[in-house]
């Protein structure tokens, strides 16, 4: 059964909406009323978490870039890592080149301890960037 749908108007930048466009092309949309309509669900979903409450919970993975030949930064890492070892399960550590390192870091455990570890992560200088994917586990 289709599900009923509202009509909207939306004004965006030229600009914008060419990136847009440019990106979906390559995503196998069948047009761009479905990708809008994505786009609206992954935010939804990603702010809702960002106001989970205190006693959801979640299993996901934090990914981290870093420097490995930046003085102190693979031990500053681990240590924030062994602070947290009731909700970290696993970690895989990948040599991208001669500098970076990509960490993968298995979580599980309290939404907002998770994300407290990955702020922790991401603020310890040499890393370059980090992103976390998590989904909520139903109780
Ligand atoms: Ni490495």
Request: aromatic share 4%; glycine share 6%; proline share 2%.
């Given at each position: 059964m289709k599900e009923k749908t509202s009509r909207i108007g939306v004004s965006l930048p030229p600009k914008l909406l060419d990136r847009f466009d440019?990106?979906?092309?390559?995503?196998?949309?069948?047009n761009r009323s479905e990708a809008i309509r994505d786009a609206v669900r992954e935010y939804i979903y990603k702010n809702k978490l960002r106001e989970a409450d205190?006693?959801?919970k979640g299993i996901g993975v934090i990914s981290l870039i870093y420097d490995h030949h930046l003085h102190g930064v693979t031990e500053s890492l681990t240590d924030l890592?062994?602070?947290?070892?009731?909700?970290?399960?696993?970690?895989?550590h990948i040599h991208l080149d001669h500098h970076n390192c990509m960490e993968?870091?298995?979580v599980e455990g309290k939404i907002t301890k998770i994300q407290d570890i990955?702020?922790?992560l991401t603020a310890t200088a040499g890393v370059k960037h980090s992103?976390?994917?998590i989904n909520p586990v139903e109780e």
């Amino acid at each position: 059964m289709k599900e009923k749908t509202s009509r909207i108007g939306v004004s965006l930048p030229p600009k914008l909406l060419d990136r847009f466009d440019e990106m979906i092309d390559g995503m196998g949309y069948a047009n761009r009323s479905e990708a809008i309509r994505d786009a609206v669900r992954e935010y939804i979903y990603k702010n809702k978490l960002r106001e989970a409450d205190e006693k959801a919970k979640g299993i996901g993975v934090i990914s981290l870039i870093y420097d490995h030949h930046l003085h102190g930064v693979t031990e500053s890492l681990t240590d924030l890592q062994h602070n947290y070892c009731d909700v970290i399960q696993s970690n895989t550590h990948i040599h991208l080149d001669h500098h970076n390192c990509m960490e993968l870091i298995i979580v599980e455990g309290k939404i907002t301890k998770i994300q407290d570890i990955k702020n922790q992560l991401t603020a310890t200088a040499g890393v370059k960037h980090s992103d976390l994917l998590i989904n909520p586990v139903e109780e």
